[in-house]
């Protein structure tokens, strides 16, 4: 049925260029055409980058879609340049061939912009040019703006149209491959491992398993306050005390801050529990998954890292380092004392600690006790100088709520951090199973929260029960998969996540390119 638009259905983005394009699809109607076709195509489709380098020379008929880049109509002969992330084909219409109303249509009718599909056979033009040699065309999508594959290179504006940023930059797609290409090998390597792959929930009654600010809201069928889940430890900890284990999720968690280089509110983390295992034996698996990943994307166990040790010049001016030898394993203190010059322990008196907090400008709380002072000092001093994979071991109890006492050295917990590249990319515990030790550390930082940390956990009635059944020793990791992407393919966090958190506009007009 043809229809026309009335100006008040289109929207706030109403250019020029969208009101031609708006009248194109009432003209295409009117003409029997459909702009926006929902029956399968008669033919499959053959991917532009699918086509052999023979193709040219031996004649295929095939079936392709892709985007218009050009135009360029002779008359009898019409050329469209269609492209397909970093494929492109052109495509010639002959009026001998399509007949004078077919080509007709189509240049009345076709944009930049616009996603089509061309029926033919591959061959090459009189210039010598591989083309496909079409005999037919079906508009799969009319465009309502023209893509700017040419001039779309503001930084926020890419951010805000993610599927414009997209199609004129295929890096982007590449990307996106890459960081699938990553969770599959991360989700291969404990598969085969004999891990079991589990689901638990994203909406919970108490927030914990980290520390965290939580993003809140109201189940109304309940009357019940409830958090989006900061992460899934809790819940994988009481499937261990069912029995099932070794398990693993992949999932999403939600902290309510701001997004950075480094941060996103939602993300994707990979939470993996062994029972009858500890620290090291995280330890050792972690540095097996990383390497699985680098050989995924770059096919050897390499990160694109600053570095003398080179083996040849990489991405964006760094180099890919080999790190497939063992990584370093240093406790917290000692690379702490190395930075400061000074040997620092638990012990060391707390107006010292004040003191080198301040001259290395690290700010603290008056509610910190050592651990903690010294936990921010390895954040500022240690961390960001990290560049080689290293794996920093023996955290402070008092900012470890969740992991177990080490066995050997008062005060310090069973916890390890990988940094590379100057970010933490995982951490792993000996998790603490002793659920009154569990339930005293919880109250805790439940008396944190009641003083007012946002952050400070809360107690989990629930998942203190299920510990009080007994849970066997076992070993409990996290990586962030986005950190985890970031490091392996050199870039910001922005172009590895699908569509990254962004402020959204209150004018929707400023959103138009046309």
């Known amino acids: 049925e043809a229809r026309s638009h009335d100006p008040g259905t289109l929207g706030p983005r109403r250019t020029d260029q969208f009101r031609h ?4 699809v009432d003209r295409m109607r009117a003409a029997g055409l459909d702009a926006y076709p929902v029956a399968a195509a008669a033919t499959p489709t053959t991917p532009l980058g699918a086509l052999p380098p023979c193709a040219w020379e031996q004649p295929t008929r095939l079936s392709g879609v892709g985007r218009v880049r050009a135009v360029r109509d002779h008359g009898g002969v019409v050329f469209v340049r269609l492209v397909d992330g970093r494929d492109e084909l052109q495509v010639l219409l002959d009026v001998a061939t399509i007949g004078r109303r077919c080509l007709d249509q189509l240049t009345a009718v076709v944009d930049i912009g616009d996603l089509l599909r061309v029926n033919g056979v591959t061959g090459r033009s009189r210039a010598g040019t591989p083309s496909l040699l079409a005999d037919g065309w079906r508009m799969e999508a009319k465009s309502l703006h023209p893509v700017p594959f040419r001039s779309f290179d503001d930084a926020t504006a890419r951010t805000r149209q993610r599927s414009t940023d997209l199609l004129t930059h295929p890096e982007g797609i590449d990307l996106l491959r890459q960081r699938s290409a990553v969770v599959g090998s991360l989700r291969r390597t404990l598969t085969d491992d004999g891990y079991l792959e589990v689901e638990t929930p994203m909406l919970h009654t108490v927030h914990g398993g980290a520390t965290a600010r939580p993003f809140r809201t109201f189940i109304n069928a309940y009357g019940v306050d409830l958090s989006l889940r900061i992460a899934p430890e809790l819940h994988l900890k009481r499937l261990l005390v069912a029995g099932l284990g070794p398990v693993f999720e992949l999932g999403r968690n939600f902290r309510n801050e701001g997004a950075d280089a480094t941060h996103n509110p939602e993300f994707t983390s990979l939470e993996v529990y062994r029972p009858h ?15 699985e990943a680098a050989r995924t994307v770059h096919g050897r166990e390499v990160l694109p890292l600053p570095g003398p040790d080179a083996l040849r010049t990489g991405l964006d001016g760094v180099e890919l380092v080999d790190v497939s030898g063992p990584w370093p394993v240093v406790p917290v203190l000692t690379a702490v004392s190395e930075e400061l010059g000074q040997q620092v322990s638990l012990d060391t008196d707390m107006d010292e600690l004040l003191r080198l907090a301040d001259a290395h400008g690290v700010a603290v709380r008056p509610d910190m006790g050592a651990g903690a002072v010294i936990e921010e000092l390895y954040a500022a001093l240690v961390e960001p100088r990290t560049m080689r994979p290293t794996f920093y071991t023996d955290f402070p109890v008092e900012t ?10 008062p005060g310090l917990a069973e916890r390890w951090d990988l940094v590379v590249a100057g970010m933490e990319v995982g951490t792993a515990y000996s998790e603490l199973t ?13 008396l944190k929260a009641a003083a007012g940390d946002p952050e400070a956990m809360e107690v989990d009635e629930d998942f203190l029960l299920a510990l009080e059944l007994g849970m066997p020793p076992s070993g409990g990791l996290g990586v962030g998969v986005d950190r985890l992407v970031m490091l392996l393919t050199n870039t910001p966090i922005r172009s590895i996540l699908t569509f990254p958190f962004v402020r959204p506009l209150t004018d929707h007009r400023s959103l138009s390119w046309s």
């Open 21 to 24: 394009r708006a009248a194109t």
């Open 277 to 291: 295992a500890d620290y090291v034996t995280m330890r050792r698996l972690t540095e097996r998954l990383v390497k």
């Open 400 to 409: 470890s709520p969740l992991a177990h006492r080490h066995r050997s050295e």
């Open 434 to 446: 002793d659920p009154l030790d569990q339930r005293a550390r919880l109250t805790e930082q439940s």
